[in-house]
């Protein structure tokens, strides 16, 4: 199967036409190759770029690719070896994003939900980034915390109102703390999202939430693997999800 082909698919399933995001959505780097094996991961770091050409990859799939927005775009140190990497290898790298995480089936958002048997019971914020589910029966923290432990592999953060019983949790994986404002504007008394900043505390307190951060990297890792799967299954090739670990 053609790059293109595997492009057209993927443009047509995620419409990155609809974002205006941080970095270019769709083929990031052309290779010299037929798709039948594609590899994807959650960031295309150099160890994933290694590990997918040692699996005979012939491209890669990732939601964290290259080319951010305010980067130096000098080939040089690190950015460099990745690109040197990625052109010997002859692999087509796809990266996307916010369609990505917003895709209402296949996204970040919905698979993270799925895994912790959260249905969506609405969205808000921009692009619909973020999801919330009422609970027909009040849960505790720690019922929340032990989930997110065991379908992430690693324990949350939690800040806040640590005590109270969660009635309506909402989500948004990633780097998305600052959403937790929107979250208590839904109605949610909880947010879950990746990472963590200092004023996340204060702003948890004040709004009377509680707060999870299950790590960027683990929240962000089924909504790729969604996609390959999704995309595979459409055009009949190989895939295979291969992670780089990463506490964060």
Known sequence: MSAKALGDWLEATLQPGRFNDYCPNGLQAEGNRPVRRLVCGVTASLALLKSAQAARADALLV???WFWRGEDPRLTGIRLARVRALLESGMHLFAYHLPL??????????????QLGWSTDGRCGQYDLIS???????????????????????????VGHTGQPIQRIAWCTGGAQDMIVEAAQAGANAFVSGEISERTTHLARELGMTYFAAGHHATERFGVQ????AAADALGFEQ?????????
């Open 240 to 248: 295979m999800f291969i992670d780089d670990p990463n506490p964060v």
């Open 226 to 229: 969604a996609l390959a799967r």
């Open 101 to 114: 995480d917003a895709h209402p089936a296949l996204g970040n958002n919905a698979q993270l939900g799925q």
């Open 132 to 158: 919330w589910h009422a609970f027909a029966k009040p849960q505790s923290v720690a019922t929340i915390t032990a989930a997110l432990k065991r379908r992430l592999g690693q324990a949350p953060l939690v």
């Open 63 to 65: 939601h964290h690719g």
